[in-house]
């Protein structure tokens, strides 16, 4: 792995973290997922940058090396919408999105709203969640509540790395012992002998607002830059077959499905994935 260089821009009235590989080229911004972290990319951007490409990672609000938002504040896609906008301006005003589950969901969230901002989208399984009745909405936004009362009286609970990394490899079977390794090392902070999760507790309530496919569509239809969807033979996660192929005619996107790979391509099979990238980006003009 190439080494990346650690950097720190104000996006959303927050301080964002980034790692960036490469001095020049088409700016390119990974996103990471769910819980997870910048350096999950630090596999497969190094081949990305090398290709002539400058690249980030973001570490997302209260994940990674990001900051948290304070008393009162919380995690909706708005807000992320609201950091991509503040970090795009911050690297150009344009870039390529390249984003993973959580990551892809909000990219192109952002690239139906500023689409003229987002020179090529590569979504790698994520599309959306199943689609949500407006009927849920108060079980939500109760159970919302009971999960922010928990928290707050709920200890951080320490552990060993070797104990985190277990755990990875449990949760994600398909991650060697050295990838699990190296999520778990950048996802953890030291303190006092023990480690910790570096991400916000936040992130594990029960977000209160439900999907709306139809809301999202919405968003899809102004997408205006070339989109392509990758997933893995083996993932767990992938959308019935009948709503990928939806999403995807919305979206006049074309699909790369990797082999032997799982829910976490870049950190599965990273050289695939960046050769997939590659071809996408410069197929697609981004310069």
Not at 17 to 42: C, F, I, K, Q, S
Not at 50 to 56: E, L, N, S
Not at 228 to 235: K, M, N, Q
Not at 245 to 272: K, N, V
Request: charged share 20%; glycine share 8%.
């Amino acid at each position: 792995m190439d080494a990346s260089r650690d950097r720190v821009i104000t996006a959303n009235r927050l301080t964002q973290h980034l790692l960036e590989w490469n001095e020049r080229g088409p700016v390119v911004l990974l996103l990471h997922g769910y819980l997870e972290h910048a350096h999950v990319w630090d596999f497969a951007a190094p081949r990305i940058a090398a290709a002539g490409y400058h690249v980030f990672a973001l570490d997302w609000p209260g994940h990674g090396d990001s900051e948290w938002v304070g008393p009162g504040g919380y995690y909706h896609f708005a807000d992320y919408t609201a950091v991509l906008a503040g970090v795009v301006r911050e690297l150009g005003g344009r870039a390529a999105l390249v984003g993973h589950s959580m990551g892809g969901n909000a990219a192109l969230v952002y690239a139906g709203t500023e689409p003229d901002r987002v020179a090529a989208l590569v979504s790698v399984d994520g599309l959306a969640p199943p689609a949500m009745s407006p009927e849920t909405a108060p079980d939500r936004f109760a159970q919302w509540l009971l999960d922010l009362e928990r928290i707050d009286h709920r200890p951080g609970r320490a552990f060993t790395l070797e104990e985190a990394t277990q755990r990875l490899r449990e949760r994600f079977p398909r991650f060697t012992e050295s990838v699990a390794r190296h999520v778990a090392v950048h996802g953890t902070r030291e303190h006092g002998g023990k480690r910790f999760w570096k991400f916000d507790p936040l992130h594990q309530t029960t977000s209160p607002q439900p999907y709306y496919v139809a809301q999202a569509q919405a968003f899809w239809r102004r997408v205006a830059c070339p989109v392509l969807y990758v997933d893995g033979t083996e993932s767990a996660l992938s959308l019935p077959s009948a709503e990928i192929a939806e999403t995807l005619a919305i979206l006049r996107a074309r699909r790369a499905t990797i082999e032997d790979a799982g829910h976490h391509p870049h950190l599965e099979r990273p050289g695939a994935l960046a050769d997939i990238v590659i071809r996408f980006l410069s197929a697609s003009a981004v310069a």
